[in-house]
């Protein structure tokens, strides 16, 4: 099993069993403090549910077979849009229970102590929010980096050996030029040798012919 199969598996399990509990919640609770209780022990899930999907993004990235990686592209997005849907659910349930539970309080100071405290939460939710997406697009601007990178050094990687190349062909063609200076020698030499050799046959007629 690949690591990306892996990383799915695990994803989808973690999605069934938030999936499970907020129907749990939804059907088979009752009291608010008790739902609220078991929202909110979901967002461990839901960073899990996160991290895993960031895993199959930098596994996607990485896949080098075409066909493979447009499969897997297909199902990061799926499993995008349930994790976003997930979420959704949780946050209209834990809003809704907050509101239920301020009506059904009889008491005006707690019903006010209440409503201040959820504004600060709500505040306080926006600004871990917007912290998060800044850390996601810090993140996701790495991995743009990270994959650039990645192309320069195949494309240097490529220009190196292309350069390997041509040295290689260089020291033949120094090598062939080499060998074909050492046969000019050697023709030479051997010229020579012949003409001594001539003027010699012609030395010896001619001085038995005297």
């Not at 939710?125 to 998060?132: D, N, T």
């Not at 990270?146 to 320069?152: C, G, H, I, M, P």
Request: proline share 1%; aromatic share 6%; net charge negative.
């Amino acid at each position: 099993m690949s690591m990306f199969e892996s990383y799915d598996d695990e994803f989808v399990g973690i999605c069934q069993e938030i999936s499970s509990k907020l129907s749990h919640v939804s059907n088979y609770i009752d009291g608010h403090e008790e739902k609220l209780s078991v929202l909110s022990e979901l967002e461990s899930s839901f960073d899990q549910a996160k991290t895993l999907l960031k895993q199959m993004e930098v596994e996607t990235r990485g896949e080098q077979n075409p066909a493979l990686k447009q499969d897997m592209s297909e199902k990061v997005a799926s499993h995008k849009k349930l994790f976003d849907g997930l979420r959704k659910d949780a946050s209209d349930s834990k809003i809704n229970e907050e509101h239920a539970m301020l009506i059904d309080n009889p008491s005006i100071g707690q019903k006010d102590r209440l409503i201040s405290a959820n504004e600060r939460l709500g505040r306080g939710s926006e600004r871990i929010k917007y912290a998060l997406q800044l850390t996601e697009d810090t993140e996701n601007t790495a991995l743009e980096i990270t994959d650039e990178l990645a192309r320069n050094r195949e494309k240097i990687e490529g220009v190196s050996a292309r350069v390997k190349s041509v040295s290689g062909l260089t020291d033949q063609a120094r090598r062939v030029i080499q060998g074909m200076s050492k046969r000019e020698i050697q023709q030479k030499v051997m010229l020579w040798i012949v003409a001594f050799i001539i003027m010699g046959v012609f030395g010896t007629i001619i001085y038995v012919s005297v």
